[in-house]
């Protein structure tokens, strides 16, 4: 009988829950605080309705709530991995990585602090050991997010501060969970671990958690293409990850559960969207919020269920340690965040957090569910002390209750004071402008509408009139404003591109014509920006955009493993996301110049609209340089992903084709269905990424030079065997003008500039430089540079020599070949074609 009352209990809390979040917002409260509340007074109820004489026509059920099937044990295996898994999925990190070092300051530093905080101010108050102080400290400083950002989101905060807390709350839990796990080892153990034991331990929970994690993320990401046309299965794959991961590093491996399924979660919200549709992920992600909605709401439920179990004959003593813990706790957090992020901003290891936002992140350490269960672990561990289990039980459940009613409640107010939740005076200045346009618009459609359909004038009238009444106040306000600086307005205008290059991205994505990991990458750039743009006009969103172009960090290290461990795939899928990157971004770029001709020009006028135009199309020029260079460095590769880009955009156009024929009834749902499959084979088709090669055909470069296009097949492959590999990176000097020639230099791929004291010549794959020194040795008469990653065949004049030694046939042709050239160039000199342009004619010598 247990099993079906436990069930249809779970049933009655999902029915609470889902009637909870509208009365939270009527009742204008955070759904957590409300989400405790009810569980408390389900606790109390249920409690009275089995203990008391006047009844027993409720005990069975009462019985369900108040003795729980479920241990701590269960409750976090059950809840845990979902939670943290659904998390990382919805997570922006590539734009959270610009607050990696301030996250993992609040989140691991920040544990380690309270704990040690918590437990030294306890433990000469408490009558218990400092290890069982230090435990509490470890359990109370997990930190409960939902709450937080529910009212960041309600209110309109900005951005930037629920990633902050929602980063910390991530690696939190994995560092304090850790850390829980070694004090309650020590505890039940009997034996108090040293610091470098202690230290040791948390490094091998946590670093083994990461590893584990990555290869569980790898194992799902390379399953992803399996059932990339699946999507429940691709939704059960998703469920199984987080809790094999789980439990393999919980039970079998001995590290940290936790961290192992963040690292996961984080791979595969990098990696995962690149090996399933477009649709396919969104349907992933929407199904995982419902997963998340009810694990989260559970697991609040039944911890606070427990409540009225934990406190226990609560005394006055029990108040002043609560107290002890608070201004503990509050005081650890301010250390690290006045005291830890200044210090790291000075020294230019993270960007700074203003005031405002540390003062709400002080605030906004509320705790939850975790902390609760943490704690009923704890009662239930029978190798620990009962006075620890009660003092642990009550510290704990108060401080949670505390968090809820105190932060939680005023959490809000706070934010309004900082005008966090205001719009800026510029904004609020725009806002009459932007009100009056709009409203202009609507009369228009609302009389098209009356004329079109017939509507009785008066109607019409009234309703126009409405909004007649609001145009004229928001047009008497915009006339007020008119004094806003042309800058301010700039910023204005950069900021809506920013928003309309985000929409351009996601319109690409839903229509197929970007991947989504090329989309996502774009998206995290345009986040940067704009956010830029916003703190600093102009000047920081040019310098954002140029940052944006530059190559990512990476590249250097993919570059070291191509040349020193001669692994060149990873180089290889850098520089393919590169191009694939560029090539949408100066097409959405072309889209935005005209979005400020359509739209930006009658809000801000046409002064602003010049200049902001003017930026775009200096960040076109950039874009289209950048790109230039990778199409110069492997032109077959853009060619195929030009082409690619086409097959996406026909293939859109066709589907579209096809469904507006059957919204119009001209086809069946059959004839629809057969002409949809052949659009989606040829999408299968149109997603492959074409294979980016970046190796050097030496054999056939060397017969393709001038030099030695004459020569036996025997002789190129002497020549070729000489051949040395050198990988040049964006800016390094290959030439110097007036330094000895002593070798040439054949682009495998790549591009390079020539630089002369009158032209500059770029030069591409195939192309060749300095080979007359390899005969003359005369002093170099041009500086030559690589203008991206670049594959060279490097020849020196000291091994070629020695090979025209050893064959005088071949000394007495390359020498007769390099007299006629050099001949030729000097003939040629008055053809070179412009500045920027290639020398004319063929294999002449550059430097």
Not at 257 to 276: C, D, E, K, W
Not at 282 to 307: C, M
Not at 690 to 700: F, I
Not at 746 to 765: P, Q
Request: hydrophobic content about 50%; proline content about 4%.
């Amino acid at each position: 009988m247990q099993a079906p009352l436990f069930i249809a209990a779970i049933a009655g809390l999902l029915v609470v829950i889902s009637l909870i979040q509208p009365l939270a917002r009527r009742l204008r409260v955070t759904s957590s605080v409300l989400l405790a509340l009810v569980g408390i007074g389900i606790g109390v109820l249920a409690s009275w309705l089995l203990y008391t004489p006047r009844t027993d026509a409720f005990n069975d059920i009462a019985a369900v709530f108040v003795n729980l099937p479920l241990n701590s044990q269960g409750i976090l295996h059950l809840f845990l991995p979902v939670l943290l898994f659904q998390t990382t999925l919805t997570l922006d990190i590539r734009r959270m990585a610009d607050d990696a070092g301030v996250i993992f300051v609040m989140a691991v530093v920040a544990v380690l602090v309270a704990t040690a905080f918590i437990g030294l101010a306890l433990q000469p108050f408490a009558g218990v050991s400092l290890i069982a102080c230090l435990l509490l400290g470890a359990i109370v400083a997990t930190t409960d997010p939902v709450a937080v950002v529910a009212i960041f989101r309600d209110i309109g905060a900005p951005a930037r501060l629920g990633r902050l807390v929602e980063g910390e709350s991530l690696l939190n839990d994995a560092a304090a969970i850790a850390l829980f796990v070694i004090l309650l080892d020590a505890l039940t153990g009997g034996e108090a671990p040293t610091l470098i034991g202690g230290v040791e331990l948390f490094l091998w929970s946590f670093s083994g958690g990461m590893a584990l994690g990555y290869l569980g993320g790898q194992a799902m990401v390379r399953l992803l293409p399996l059932v990339r046309d699946f999507r429940l299965a691709q939704v059960t794959l998703s469920v199984a990850m987080p809790y094999l991961v789980y439990i393999v590093a919980e039970n079998f491996v001995d590290v940290s559960g936790v961290v192992a399924v963040v690292s996961a979660g984080i791979l595969i919200n990098l990696a995962g969207p690149s090996r399933v549709t477009p649709d396919g992920w969104t349907y992933l992600n929407d199904v995982w919020e419902q997963i998340a909605f009810w694990a989260s709401s559970l697991i609040f439920v039944l911890a606070s269920i427990l409540i009225p179990k934990l406190l226990v004959d609560v005394g006055w003593e029990d108040l002043g340690l609560l107290a002890i813990v608070v201004v503990a706790a509050l005081v650890a957090r301010a250390v690290v965040l006045f005291g830890a992020l200044p210090l790291m901003s000075l020294l230019r290891l993270s960007q700074p957090v203003s005031t405002p936002f540390k003062t709400v992140i002080l605030w906004g350490g509320m705790r939850g569910a975790i902390t609760l269960t943490l704690a009923l672990g704890v009662t239930e561990n029978a190798a620990i002390d009962p006075q620890v289990q009660r003092f642990v039980a009550v510290l704990a459940t108060g401080f949670v209750l505390f968090t809820l009613l105190v932060y939680g409640t005023t959490l809000k107010p706070l934010i309004k004071v900082f005008g966090l939740d205001r719009l800026t005076p510029l904004d609020n200045a725009m806002r009459s402008q932007v009100l009056a346009l709009a409203l202009a618009k609507v009369r228009e459609g609302v009389a098209r509408v009356a004329a079109n359909y017939n509507i009785a004038p008066a109607a019409a009238e009234e309703t126009d009139r409405r909004y007649r009444d609001r145009q004229t106040i928001a047009s008497g306000a915009a006339s007020a404003s008119q004094e806003i600086l042309d800058r301010d307005r700039v910023t204005v205008g950069l900021v809506s591109i920013s928003n309309r290059e985000r929409e351009i991205v996601l319109r690409h994505l839903r229509e197929r014509t970007a991947s989504i990991h090329t989309a996502e990458d774009l998206l995290a750039k345009i986040g940067r920006i704009g956010d830029r743009a916003r703190a600093g006009g102009r000047l920081e969103y040019n310098r954002a955009a140029r940052e944006s172009l530059a190559f990512p960090r990476t590249m250097r290290l993919a570059q070291w493993c191509q040349r020193r461990l001669k692994y060149e795939g990873w180089l290889a899928r850098l520089l393919a996301d590169r191009y694939e990157m560029l090539l949408l971004g100066r097409i959405v770029i072309d889209e935005l110049v005209a979005f400020t001709d359509d739209k930006i020009e009658p809000l801000l006028g046409n002064r602003v609209a010049e200049i902001l135009t003017e930026i775009l199309l200096l960040r076109r020029e950039s874009t289209t340089t950048a790109l230039e260079a990778l199409r110069l460095q492997y032109p077959d590769y853009a060619d195929s992903l030009d082409q690619r880009f086409l097959l996406k955009a026909a293939l859109r156009l066709e589907e579209d084709g096809y469904r507006a024929l059957q919204a119009q009834n001209l086809i069946g749902s059959e004839l629809y269905s057969n002409l949809a499959q052949e659009v989606h084979a040829g999408r299968d088709e149109a997603d492959r990424r074409p294979h980016l090669d970046m190796g050097m055909r030496t054999e056939e470069l060397t017969a393709q030079l001038p030099l030695f296009r004459d020569l036996p097949e025997d002789r190129i492959r002497a020549i070729a065997r000489l051949m040395r590999p050198r990988f040049a990176v964006p800016g390094d000097s290959l030439i110097r003008k007036g330094e000895r020639g002593d070798t040439a230099y054949f682009i495998s791929s790549g591009a390079v500039e020539v630089s002369t004291d009158t032209m500059r010549i770029r030069l591409g794959r195939g192309d060749v430089f300095g080979e007359i020194a390899l005969v003359t040795g005369e002093p170099r008469t041009a500086d030559v540079r690589a203008l991206g990653y670049c594959n060279l065949l490097v020849l020196s004049r000291s091994e070629f020599r020695s090979l025209m030694d050893k064959d005088p046939a071949l000394e007495a042709h390359i020498a007769e070949v390099a007299h006629a050239r050099q001949r030729m160039n000097a003939e040629a000199e008055p053809e070179r074609d412009a500045p920027t342009g290639r020398l004319a004619g063929t294999g002449q010598e550059h430097g």
